[in-house]
C-alpha cells in the first residue's frame, strides 16, 4: 500500500474572505483563489477559510470545501445542529451548484454530459484518476456561455460547469477528459498548451450555490459573478 505523502505548502494569501450574508445560523462567503478550505497538517498550511473564520465566528464548521486554487461561494454552520442539517442537504444532494471555468480551446458542442468515475490512486496523489472498476460515478454537465480567443492563450471557451455528483476534483479531471482542460489547472492540463504556463490562478469559480435554510426553511440562491 503506498503512503500518502503531501509536501504542497501554500504560498501566502494576502487577499480576504468576503462576506456576502451572515446570520446566527450560517455565513456565506466568497473564497478567494489561493485560499486552502482547511488548515493542512503541516504548520506552514495554517491560513485557510476555517482558520480565518473561526476567530470570527467562534465554533463555525466548514459544511464543503473548494479546492485551493478555487474561488466563490461557501457556505459555513455556525453551530454543529446547523452543520449537521447543511451537510445533510449535501449528502441527499439538494444543494445544487454552478461553476464558471475557462476551458482550452473551443467546445464543439453547446452543452453536454461528462460521465466518468474517478478513483483516488494514492500514488498519483494528489492527482485524482478516470478509473470505471474502482472509480466512484461522477457525473458533471457543461453548457457554452462564449467561444473567445486571447492572443496569449489563444482559443478559450468560457462554460458553466454543474457537477451532479461532488468527488475531488471533479470538474478539473472531467474537463480534461473532455479535452479541454480548466485554464490555469496544473494537475489537469491546463497549463499544457502555448501561452498558457503563465496563467495566474485555475479559472474555476463557484459562482452559483441553491440551499435550503436549515432554520427560516427559506430556498437560498446565491449568485457572485466570475472574476475572471
Do not use: W
Request: hydrophobic content about 40%; overall charge neutral; charged content about 15%.
Amino acid at each position: 500500500m503506498s503512503t500518502i505523502v503531501d509536501t504542497f505548502i501554500a504560498p501566502p494569501c494576502h487577499a480576504q474572505i468576503e462576506t456576502l450574508y451572515q446570520d446566527s445560523h450560517l455565513v456565506l462567503i466568497n473564497k478567494p483563489a489561493g485560499l486552502l478550505s482547511l488548515s493542512g497538517k503541516n504548520p506552514l498550511n495554517l491560513d485557510s477559510v476555517h482558520h480565518r473564520l473561526v476567530q470570527i465566528f467562534p465554533g463555525c464548521t466548514l459544511v464543503h470545501r473548494l479546492d485551493f486554487g478555487t474561488s466563490g461561494l461557501m457556505v459555513v454552520a455556525r453551530n454543529k445542529a446547523i452543520n449537521a442539517a447543511l451537510c445533510q442537504q449535501f449528502s441527499q444532494r439538494t444543494v445544487s451548484k454552478v461553476y464558471s471555468a475557462l476551458l482550452c480551446g473551443h467546445l464543439e458542442s453547446d452543452e453536454g454530459t461528462i460521465d466518468a468515475a474517478i478513483a483516488k490512486d494514492p500514488a498519483l496523489f494528489p492527482l485524482m484518476s478516470i478509473c470505471a472498476i474502482t472509480g466512484k460515478p461522477a457525473r458533471s454537465r457543461y453548457r457554452v456561455v462564449e467561444r473567445l480567443y486571447r492572443e496569449q492563450e489563444g482559443p478559450l471557451t468560457r462554460v458553466e460547469l454543474t457537477p451532479e455528483t461532488g468527488r475531488t476534483h471533479q470538474l478539473r479531471i472531467h474537463c480534461q477528459q473532455l479535452g479541454h482542460p480548466i485554464l490555469g489547472c496544473d494537475l489537469y492540463g491546463g497549463l499544457l498548451p502555448p501561452g498558457t504556463e503563465h496563467t495566474p490562478r485555475l479559472m474555476l469559480h463557484a459562482s452559483e450555490l441553491h440551499f435550503v435554510h436549515p432554520v427560516s426553511g427559506e430556498n437560498i440562491a446565491a449568485r457572485h459573478a466570475s472574476p475572471f
